[in-house]
């Protein structure tokens, strides 16, 4: 954009992605004229924490993989790393055959390393010899799409630890969790290190096992803050200040020359530049004028998956009860998945207790 003095920026959506965007431009450009513009009453998107019965409830997101660094980058820089806490109980099971059964222990994202951590008859014994092995795949993989070479989690499961795998373990947690099928997921963006995995030459198996062997078993998987997640929302907020505008919907974008035009319900505002973070078809189909179709062309096409979330119910019974770091008891949930597979995870400590909704 050349020298960031006295251009302006607009980024459109002040949800959690809204809010991230115009937080790096202030820190990385404090020079640029940023403003965000909210449809809605108040910021935040999804991630929303609404008190219940005294205590803070996640209505969306309720944690963050720390594997995965920029939640956790995020929160460095915001200063709220040593308020981040993480649920200690780590197992979870599948309802399979009419009963729950543990997903094996040390497993990456479903798939066993060890063939003696699975459960008698949750797989059957030709799958089961093949995990002892390095997991190569039986013929070479396809080359794939784009740079990363990138296939769907599903043919890559398939073809390093088979069928059996992939439809018992893998899908109902991955594609639950990304609210989709496994054959429709990419690889190089939900488990990049899969993708690596198995295209390397010592095998898919034995390179998560290396990879395993190196890291903390007692890190934790997960981290959230124990006022809900809506405090990282409220602490970009208090940031950016008076740059966040709520009720202020865009109704269109469109070119002028080297400066864009923002239209609102009652004004037009111009930018430099604009940063879109709505859904790709409210963007391509409400947003971006029908003249600019270079950029609502390639939005209208990208795939939109809505996901049906049912309530979490907490029941702490004597024998399902497990502590937190701070000492406190909170319960498991269970949770349905595809074709009716059900999930039982650790509930997040008391503090972080959810509320689940139907999203429209």
């Known amino acids: 954009m050349g020298p960031a003095g006295g251009r302006r920026v607009v980024v459109v959506g002040a949800g959690i992605t809204g809010l991230s965007a115009a937080h790096r431009l202030i820190v990385d450009r404090p020079g640029l004229d940023v403003s965000v513009l909210e449809a809605a009453p108040s910021a935040g998107g999804k991630l929303v924490t609404t008190p219940f019965v005294g205590l803070p409830v996640d209505e969306g997101a309720d944690s963050f993989l720390v594997r995965v660094p920029w939640a956790a980058d995020l929160c460095a820089e915001l200063g709220l790393t040593a308020e981040l806490v993480a649920p200690s109980a780590r197992s979870a099971s599948l309802w399979l055959d009419d009963r729950l059964r543990p997903i094996p222990a040390g497993s990456v994202l479903g798939v066993p390393l060890d063939p003696a951590t699975v459960q008698a008859g949750l797989l059957p014994e030709a799958d089961l010899a093949g995990l002892a092995g390095p997991g190569r795949p039986a013929g070479p993989l396809p080359p794939g799409d784009g740079p990363a070479g990138d296939l769907s989690v599903g043919e890559?499961?398939?073809s390093c630890v088979g069928q059996a795998v992939l439809d018992r373990l893998v899908d109902p947690l991955l594609g639950g969790v990304n609210?989709?099928?496994a054959e429709n997921l990419s690889c190089a963006t939900v488990a990049p290190h899969f993708l690596?995995?198995?295209r390397s030459a010592d095998g898919f198996l034995a390179t998560l096992r290396r990879a395993q062997a190196g890291s903390d078993p007692d890190?934790?998987?997960f981290n959230a803050h124990p006022a809900g997640m809506g405090r990282l929302v409220d602490t970009l907020v208090d940031r950016l200040g008076d740059r966040i505008r709520t009720d202020r919907r865009v109704v269109s974008l469109s070119r002028d020359g080297n400066r864009w035009l923002v239209g609102l319900d009652d004004a037009t505002e111009v930018a430099d530049a604009v940063i879109v973070t709505t859904p790709a078809f409210a963007a391509a189909s409400q947003i971006v004028s029908p003249s600019e179709m270079s950029i609502s062309r390639p939005?209208?096409?990208v795939r939109w998956f809505c996901c049906v979330i049912f309530p979490s119910l907490?029941?702490?019974?004597?024998?399902r009860r497990r502590h937190d770091s701070c000492g406190r008891s909170h319960a498991r949930r269970?949770?349905?998945g595809r074709n009716g597979?059900?999930?039982?995870?650790?509930?997040?400590?008391?503090a972080q207790a959810r509320m689940r909704r139907s999203s429209p």
């Open 179 to 181: 609210a989709g099928l």
């Open 341 to 350: 597979t059900c999930r039982l995870r650790p509930a997040a400590p008391p």
């Open 219 to 221: 890190a934790p998987l």
């Open 334 to 336: 269970l949770r349905l």
């Open 299 to 301: 939005l209208m096409v």
């Open 196 to 198: 690596k995995a198995a």
């Open 156 to 158: 890559v499961i398939r």
């Open 314 to 319: 907490s029941l702490p019974t004597r024998s």
